[in-house]
């Protein structure tokens, strides 16, 4: 079963007050999940495999509620916040405590914060990361 992982140093995330907030520094966005989107988002994180956290949203709730928990994970790879890795081989620290009542998961992305994000002089660095600059001109 693949495991999902941050693709860091390019993705960012913290759960402050029972809301995962994730910046992708590759785009300049930010993403928002909370609730049940923020519990799925902690167990991958943690290592889960997002079968076992489907299952587990299933066996909570129901089957219609883990394929929207399915989605979600889904959508977290469409989005590049998080990849599939068939190498990790994390065990999961935590087990999953799902929140009560069901609200349907839901990923915001905003990019109003955009143009400030990509100002900084981080983004222009080169893979030993800064304060090496990268090249400029053609690759």
């Not at 913290?14 to 993403?31: H, M, N, P, S």
């Not at 590049?80 to 935590?94: F, Q, Y």
């Not at 990509?118 to 600059?133: E, K, N, Y």
């Amino acid at each position: 079963m693949p495991r999902l992982t941050l693709p860091s140093p390019k993705v960012v995330a913290e759960v402050i007050d029972g809301e995962a907030i994730v910046l992708d520094l590759r785009a300049g966005t930010y993403f928002a999940t909370e609730g049940v989107g923020s519990v799925a988002w902690s167990a991958a994180v943690d290592g889960h495999s997002s079968e076992e956290i489907a299952a587990s949203a299933s066996a909570f709730y129901g089957e219609t509620e883990g394929a929207d928990v399915a989605a979600l994970l889904d959508g977290f790879v469409a989005a590049g916040l998080l990849v599939a890795s068939e190498a990790d081989d994390r065990t999961a620290s935590e087990p999953i405590t799902w929140p009560m009542p069901y609200a349907t998961p839901v990923l915001e992305k905003h990019d109003d914060l955009q143009d400030m994000m990509q100002l900084d002089p981080i983004h222009d660095t080169d893979a030993s990361g800064w304060p090496m600059p990268a090249p400029s001109g053609p690759q």
